[in-house]
T-cell receptor, first 116, second 112 residues
Framework: DSGVTQTPKHLITATGQRVTLRCSPR?????VYWYQQSLDQGLQFLIQ???????AKGNILERFSAQQFPDLHSELNLSSLELGDSALYFC???????????????FGPGTRLTVT | SQKIEQNSEALNIQEGKTATLTCNYT??????LQWYRQDPGRGPVFLLL?????KEKRKERLKVTFDTTLKQSLFHITASQPADSATYLC???????????FGSGTRLQVQP
């Protein structure tokens, strides 16, 4: 158990809908990262937050947004869903910022999103 | 553009042998490189981190090397066990980009 929790575990929704994925980082971790992993695809970095502020952005679509709250939990919002958005979405956390001495990431169990 | 290459074909070895996985990267200079293990349908699990000024890092049966001249990292599992069967992901990190970029992974299958 990594200490990172994600809810829900599974989500099935229709095209055009909007969903929110939730992540609670490990106790004490200030950085939260979101990744997308499609079938047979590698992990694609979406976005990072550190202590409530956006710090790095990857290939995140404009239809997707995220935020980190004062209690450090994070939410990833996916809107106008398309079939191609079906994937595993992982949240990870780490103690510090990228490049710092404690940068190993701890991943949650993921949310499997199916868009029909 | 930045590119990370890991053997896309599965690596099949016999129990007790040493598995060696390769990670090659191009067009950037990672300050760190990390290796993760991922089982099907589960989140990656951190294994080892090696810095650019370290040639080699060991942890129990695991060993990682980092050659910044060759732009390559090798990941070794000695005395491999069937429980080591998983996909192993290489993740070089460029300090400037402030993000890990994961390779597509190499699937290791250890036969009993």
């Amino acid at each position: 158990d990594s200490g990172v929790t994600q809810t829900p575990k599974h989500l099935i929704t229709a095209t055009g809908q909007r969903v929110t994925l939730r992540c609670s980082p490990r106790s004490g971790d200030l950085s939260v990262y979101w990744y997308q992993q499609s079938l047979d695809q590698g992990l694609q970095f979406l976005i990072q937050y550190y202590n409530g502020e956006e710090r790095a952005k990857g290939n995140i679509l404009e239809r997707f947004s995220a935020q980190q709250f004062p209690d450090l939990h994070s939410e990833l919002n996916l809107s106008s869903l398309e079939l191609g958005d079906s994937a595993l979405y992982f949240c990870a956390s780490s103690t510090g910022l990228a490049g710092g001495p404690s940068y190993e990431q701890y991943f949650g169990p993921g949310t499997r999103l199916t868009v029909t | 553009s930045q590119k990370i290459e890991q053997n896309s074909e599965a690596l099949n070895i016999q129990e007790g042998k040493t598995a060696t996985l390769t990670c090659n990267y191009t067009n950037y200079s990672p300050a760190y490189l990390q290796w993760y293990r991922q089982d099907p349908g589960r989140g990656p699990v951190f294994l080892l981190l090696i810095r650019e000024n370290e040639k080699e890092k060991r942890k129990e049966r695991l060993k990682v090397t980092f050659d910044t001249t060759l732009k390559q990292s090798l990941f070794h599992i000695t005395a491999s066990q069937p429980a080591d069967s998983a996909t192993y992901l290489c993740a070089p990190m460029d300090t400037g980009r402030r993000a890990l970029t994961f390779g597509s992974g190499t699937r290791l299958q250890v036969q009993p």
